[in-house]
């Protein structure tokens, strides 16, 4: 039975945890739409059905984010950071469903974006961002994750799809285990 991690260790979790969110899809969905791509200049219209529905998106993508990141901190003890990633393969929460529901997460809430602004540099940035993405996911982390968790990531692989959610889970909800 594993020991519960000391509060220091925990509170280091969570700083490293936040200051990664910062940085990686504060960088992509935040900063970069706001500075270059018209974010900054967006009027909201509640009456206009665009802008209610890029409100959610917005909402909606932050507080998936944010429980996708709690998962890896709580379960994972790591954080989003490819240089400090989980110890342990999660498969709770949105990752019994797809196994990639940060990149979803932060995807949902540029696309709320782009409905804001209405600006086709944003939508071709958004689209840019999930191709690259699919390529980091594809050729870096599904390769490495196989190496780190084995025969746990394979058959997780197998029950779980990455970007959409099969119709059921087969992931056991007691053990977490695929």
Request: charged share 20%.
């Given at each position: 039975?594993?020991?519960?991690?000391?509060?220091?260790?925990?509170?280091?979790?969570?700083?490293?945890?936040l200051l990664w969110a910062l940085l990686v899809p504060g960088l992509f969905a935040g900063y970069v739409p706001w500075r270059f791509f018209g974010l900054s200049r967006v009027r909201?219209?509640?009456?206009n059905p665009a802008h209610l529905v890029g409100?959610?998106?917005l909402a909606l993508g932050t507080v998936l984010l944010a429980m996708c990141i709690w998962e890896f901190?709580?379960?994972?003890?790591?954080?989003?950071?490819?240089?400090?990633?989980?110890?342990?393969?999660?498969?709770?929460g949105l990752y019994r469903y797809v196994r990639n529901p940060m990149y979803l997460s932060?995807?949902?809430?540029?696309?709320?974006?782009?409905?804001?602004?209405?600006?086709?540099?944003?939508l071709l940035y958004w689209v840019i961002w999930f191709l690259f993405v699919n390529l980091f996911v594809i050729?870096?982390?599904?390769?490495?994750?196989?190496?780190?968790?084995?025969?746990?990531?394979?058959?997780?692989?197998?029950?779980?799809?990455?970007?959409?959610p099969?119709?059921?889970?087969?992931?056991?909800?007691r053990s977490g285990r695929p």
């Open positions: 039975m594993a020991a519960h991690p000391s509060p220091v260790s925990s509170a280091w979790l969570a700083i490293r945890s909201l219209d509640l009456l409100l959610v998106c901190a709580r379960r994972g003890r790591g954080t989003l950071s490819p240089i400090d990633p989980p110890r342990q393969l999660v498969v709770h932060v995807t949902t809430i540029v696309l709320g974006e782009v409905l804001l602004t209405r600006s086709r540099g944003l050729g870096y982390e599904e390769p490495t994750l196989r190496r780190r968790f084995g025969s746990s990531y394979e058959a997780y692989m197998q029950r779980v799809g990455r970007w959409l099969r119709l059921r889970s087969t992931c056991d909800p």
